[in-house]
């Protein structure tokens, strides 16, 4: 028997198993160590955590939402206190490294204070009416039950986003973790149901996509669904949601560029683009996986980074010297390697890094060096694939406009930065680069919960997280018009 932690799910308030006392294991990538076991739920603990929500709605609905936003206010609080201990329960099930998982943590507060401030504005619109003693205005209505389904990069701040703005906005949730990252998520309903949020309010099922995400998609209670992932798993869920005609959120892949131009500050530019490729082993949707560079300074900087990048020490994300921990697991591992022949069959070659670690304690996790890889072109696969890992391929330009036409040319449209010193291309950029996000020197990664999150083209379907515009979705716009005239008023009709 093993005495590794066990989990349950949070349903109506309760810590309950799944019913038929089906459990998965939690494992730390880097060492393969047991975090805990959690449930391994299905149909049965959908309908009864769906259930739970709806019965909650009412009762939340109609809580004031300054009342709401208090609640939120000290998850923030409770979340600043147990930082340090969520942080390294996070870097044990998913590997990113301590200073990382703290920032995960991080934007879980930052994202509670912020829309426990919403509780105080939600605003809606008051026009003039076209008749006289006559009132037109136009508030936010809760959408009722809605789905929250997650991936395992962010187990904390994903999460967060999603369910801190459904809340305050007045639905009740139904919370689907990552199958490898389920602990994190269960902090975060811990510090829900501490701060003192209602039973039913938000309920946390664990389980695999199919079992759990699925049955909630096409679930007929639940009338939206927030989902971060992967294309395929988006489209199928878009496809699902699409049968009872239900909102849907989709945030998914990128393929995002840093540019560097030739009158860049290249000592800054190195650091930006080791940050932003290797951070988080490259598993960031907002990750660089292109490096699109001019012609002067292309050969100076994969020189200079293959030196910064070999200096990049690999291992446990709690051990102080680490730079990278390890892939989430050894599937996601292979997958990523299996990349290093797909680029040489094209024509591209490994600069630095691209062989699985094969001794020592290395050996025991999923871990992969930071690779870089050149002689890429913009329609090689390695050009246009999400890999998801920690592999930055080197694309040579000419001109600002062949460097902004490359960056633009993908399925994907999350998150591009351009180095240069020029204010006038650092303009032009800001205008045609066709991303959701920009960055002028710096790199891709570092967006801040106050700002629209999304991207163009296939990262979504043009919704935004984060900022005010996640309130766009958590909500629907209700028309409200009040006659005062105490007569038939026509409009359209009477003048
Ligand atoms: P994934 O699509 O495999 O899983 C995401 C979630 O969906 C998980 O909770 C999973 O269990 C669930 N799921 C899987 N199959 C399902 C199904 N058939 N029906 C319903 N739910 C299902 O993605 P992942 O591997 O966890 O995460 C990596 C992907 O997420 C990458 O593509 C990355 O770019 C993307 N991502 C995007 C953003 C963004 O904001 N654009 C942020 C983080 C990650």
Not at 66 to 87: M, S
Not at 315 to 322: E, I, P, R, S
Request: glycine fraction near 12%.
């Amino acid at each position: 028997m093993s005495d590794a932690p066990v989990y349950h799910n949070s349903i109506g308030g309760e810590w309950l198993p799944a019913a038929d006392g089906r459990i998965s294991e939690n494992r730390d990538p880097a060492n393969g160590e047991l975090v805990g076991i959690f449930p391994r739920s299905g149909q049965a603990e959908v309908d009864r955590a769906v259930a739970a929500a709806r019965q909650a709605f009412d009762g939340w609905r109609l809580t004031p939402a300054p009342k709401r936003g208090e609640i939120l206010f000290r998850v923030g609080e409770l979340l600043r206190e147990r930082k340090e201990d969520i942080a390294r329960q996070m870097t044990r099930e998913m590997g990113k490294v301590l200073v990382e998982t703290r920032g995960d943590v991080q934007e879980g507060i930052d994202m509670a204070y912020y829309m426990a401030g919403e509780g105080r504005r939600l605003f809606g619109s008051v026009v003039p009416a076209e008749l006289p003693n006559k009132a037109a205005l136009a508030m936010r209505d809760p959408l009722g039950v809605v789905a929250c389904v997650t991936p395992w990069n962010f187990p904390m701040a994903i999460p967060s986003w999603k369910v801190m703005a459904a809340l305050i906005a007045g639905n009740t949730v139904v919370l689907k973790p990552a199958t490898d990252t389920p602990l994190s998520s269960l902090k975060l309903v811990e510090a829900f149901i501490d701060a003192g949020l209602p039973l039913g309010v938000l309920n946390l099922v664990c389980g695999t996509g199919d079992e759990v995400g699925m049955p909630l998609v096409r679930h007929p209670d639940v009338a939206g669904i927030s989902f971060t992932g992967s294309n395929d798993v988006g489209r199928a869920v878009n496809i699902a949601a699409a049968e009872r005609l239900k909102r849907v959120t989709l945030e998914l892949g990128g393929k995002n560029a840093i540019i560097v131009m030739d009158d860049a500050d290249l000592d800054l530019a190195v650091e930006g683009i080791v940050w932003s490729a290797f951070g988080t082993a490259g598993q960031r949707c907002t990750a660089c996986s292109r490096l699109i560079a001019q012609r002067g300074v292309r050969a100076e900087l994969e020189q200079r980074l293959a030196e910064r990048v070999s200096r990049l020490r690999l291992g446990h994300g709690l051990d102080a010297g680490t730079d990278v921990g390890p892939l989430i697991n050894a599937s996601q591992r292979d997958r990523v390697h299996g990349y290093m022949a797909v680029a040489r069959e094209e024509g591209a070659h490994v600069l630095v890094g691209g062989e699985i670690p094969t001794e020592g304690d290395l050996a025991k996790g999923s871990f992969y060096p930071p690779t870089i890889l050149t002689g890429v072109t913009p329609h090689m696969r390695v050009a246009q694939e999400e890999i998801f890992g920690p592999v930055l391929s080197v694309i040579e330009v000419a001109t600002l406009a062949e460097a902004i036409a490359v960056n633009n040319d993908t399925r994907y449209g999350l998150s591009s930065a351009i180095f240069t010193r020029d204010v006038n291309a650092a303009q032009i950029a800001m205008r045609d680069l066709s991303t959701g996000i920009v960055y002028i020197n710096a790199g891709t990664i570092g967006a801040e919960i106050q700002l629209p999150f999304g991207g163009t083209r296939g990262t979504g379907n043009g919704h935004r997280e984060a900022g005010l515009g996640a309130l766009e979705f958590f909500t629907e716009w209700k028309a409200i018009y009040i006659d005062y005239s105490g007569r038939l008023q026509r409009a359209q009709i009477d003048s």
